[in-house]
């Protein structure tokens, strides 16, 4: 009993606050977003938040006090405290706020009109990593993680008129979260993507889900929820160009499934064609772009709609071209991904974490096949109940956020996690529920080289059997091991999957010239890319790559004077977006394989 209540306790900031279900397609919904100038007070002590007891103050900066008579004593004022444009990260906003780790309080008045009969949430695409949020002064619900969306009903506290929303943003590291106090790019705090203020019917489609049958293709199925358990409600599905218009009924559960014969065109890098998918319900009509494939591996290979393909990918963290910070909007994502379509990628994986939902739709418009993963890196927590709950939510709205992307394409549930038993058993779960949730995709996860003996090295692993492709990330040439010695390195990858690269690379400063046994020089990188690939191409069961990484990012590990300075640079692109050497290297050897696998 008692040790069912410490669980209990442990688990409260995640059943307490248990989240709200995801709104699906928000901006195929009637909103507006509020986007632009907030006001913000920095607040170290969290002073806003506790009383000098360290108790939870009840009149803490949420309520927005002003004082009220020139003997009133009022200790902080948002009218008068300065602006920052959201979305962003406050880290590339204010230099005061470059290494801050710590709580900043943001405040937005606006206006609204309400109208009967319809239902009001604010959304937010994300905010890391603890954000707590009031309304007109009144809490209306708590978010942790940095990367996934959340929304909260606010139909009974938003009033007609003015208003003001108050988040409480913390990114403070702590030790049992998820991504934990380690991780090799910048902690960048802030409400770092858009809010919106999102109207609905009473009674609305607040899910669907809509794709081919797996493994067929002349068979279109899927799901609709409603946001309560109403009998009876119909929902129109129409797919105009494909001359689809079907009633759906929901059952007692506010649910309803489809299964309509139908044999679209598909989406593949090459075609990526998406079709108008409409789900009317209520007066609301919620539009969506959809697009239809099927992805499966057999023995050592990945098919794409039945066709063998290599996946030519790139790794890409969410930060922004050129300025830094996180990146969030469609030009942002349409820059970086512009670079991976010319360097020949029909694929990317989106490290570390979930990236913004422009990143995979643009990705899904220009063809680009997607790795998403959740940012279960390193040395996590694995005998925490609570942290493995934080994981499960996030990989749980990951999924549901993106779903529909048929861009998707492996869904990654950890990077370079230490073996242990308490490690198989947390990701085992992982692996499981994603499966559960969704068996149309790909499970992968980024493993590391297990065994390095002279000329050979292996990969073994027992999530192997968790997983689709045995991804692995292999710094051999950088990190340890020899650039000569990659010409005649053998692999023992004893399982009959595909396997996957997920990450390989050097740090090279864009500028910097030598030999080619020179660290930091380009032309060590681009030798190191050369015989990296030429050595996997060599393995049997060699199915794609995503080297690390795109563009140089900010993170606070790398401190070498004068060739890092808090820059990671192994990007293949320099934060200014010029080109290294190994760009060039890679283009080439994708021209290759994308004439192979014609
Ligand atoms: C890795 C990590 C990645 C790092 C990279 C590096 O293995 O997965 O997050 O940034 O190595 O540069 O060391």
Redesign the pocket.
């Given at each position: 009993m008692k040790k069912l209540a410490v669980f209990a306790l442990l688990l409260l900031p995640f059943i307490g606050l248990a989240q709200e279900s995801l709104i699906q397609n928000v901006n195929g919904r009637n909103h507006f977003k509020l986007n632009g100038s907030w006001n913000y007070i920095i607040d170290p002590f969290d002073n806003g938040y506790y009383d000098y007891r360290l108790n939870e103050n009840p009149n803490g900066f949420f309520k927005n006090r002003k004082a009220k008579n020139k003997s009133d004593l009022v200790e902080y004022n948002f009218d008068t405290s300065p602006l920052m444009v959201i979305p962003s990260d406050w880290n590339t906003k204010n230099g005061q706020l470059f290494f801050y780790e710590g709580s900043v309080w943001f405040k937005k008045d606006f206006n609204y009109a309400k109208k009967a009969g319809q239902k009001t949430f604010v959304y937010f695409g994300a905010v890391n990593y603890d954000a707590k949020v009031y309304l007109n002064g009144e809490k209306i619900g708590e978010h942790i993680g940095g990367f996934t969306p959340f929304n909260f009903d606010i139909t009974n506290k938003v009033k007609d008129g003015d208003n003001f929303l108050i988040v409480r943003v913390n990114n403070e590291r702590i030790p049992e979260g998820v991504p934990t106090i380690n991780?090799?790019?910048w902690n960048y705090g802030g409400i770092t993507r858009e809010v919106l203020i999102v109207d609905v019917p009473e009674v609305f489609v607040e899910d669907y889900l809509i794709q081919l049958e797996k493994g067929k293709y002349d068979r279109i199925v899927g799901n609709v929820k409603l946001n309560e358990k109403v009998k009876g409600e119909e929902v129109i599905l129409t797919i105009p160009e494909l001359d689809i218009e079907e009633k759906l009924t929901t059952d007692e559960n506010g649910y309803a499934t489809f299964s309509i014969k139908a044999k679209p065109e598909l989406w593949s890098p090459e075609n990526p064609k998406l079709y108008e998918v409409v789900f009317t319900a209520n007066g609301e009509e919620v539009k969506d772009q959809i697009g239809f494939k099927n992805i499966e591996t057999r023995g050592k290979a990945i098919y794409l709609n039945d066709e063998q393909v290599f996946l030519r990918g790139i790794c890409i963290h969410e930060e922004a071209p050129f300025r830094q910070g996180r990146a969030w909007n469609a030009d942002d994502a349409k820059v970086l991904l512009g670079w991976a379509k010319d360097l020949g990628c029909n694929f990317v994986r989106l490290?570390?974490y979930p990236h913004n939902e422009y990143m995979v739709r643009e990705a899904e418009k220009m063809g680009i096949m997607v790795w998403s993963e959740i940012p279960v890196?390193w040395t996590i927590h694995w005998n925490n109940e609570a942290t493995y709950a934080n994981a499960q939510q996030q990989l749980s709205d990951m999924i549901d956020r993106d779903k529909n992307r048929c861009a998707i394409s492996v869904w990654s549930i950890a990077?370079?996690t230490p073996h242990s038993e308490a490690r198989d058993i947390f990701l085992g779960k992982l692996a499981s529920f994603a499966r559960e949730k969704d068996n149309t995709r790909l499970i992968s996860m980024?493993m590391e080289v297990t065994g390095q003996g002279n000329n050979l090295s292996k990969v073994e692993d027992n999530m192997n059997k968790y997983v689709d492709i045995i991804s692995f990330?292999s710094?051999h040439g950088w990190?340890g091991g020899t650039i000569e010695d990659l010409a005649k390195r053998q692999w023992e990858i004893p399982y009959d999957k595909p396997f996957f690269i997920s990450?390989f690379?050097a740090?090279a400063l864009q500028g910097k010239h030598g030999d080619n046994d020179e660290k930091w020089t380009e032309e060590y990188q681009a030798r190191l890319y050369k015989e990296t690939l030429a050595m996997f191409n060599k393995v049997d069961g060699f199915a794609g790559t995503s080297p690390?990484?795109l563009v140089d990012f900010y993170?606070p590990r790398r401190q070498l004077n004068g060739i890092q300075d808090f820059f990671?640079r192994?990007g293949i692109i320099s934060n200014n977006g010029v080109k290294k050497k190994a760009y060039f290297e890679l283009q080439d050897f994708y021209k290759k394989k994308a004439a192979e696998y014609k």
């Open positions: 991780a090799d790019w490290a570390h890196y990077n370079e980024a990330n710094y990190y990450e690379g740090g690390w990484i993170s990671n192994k």
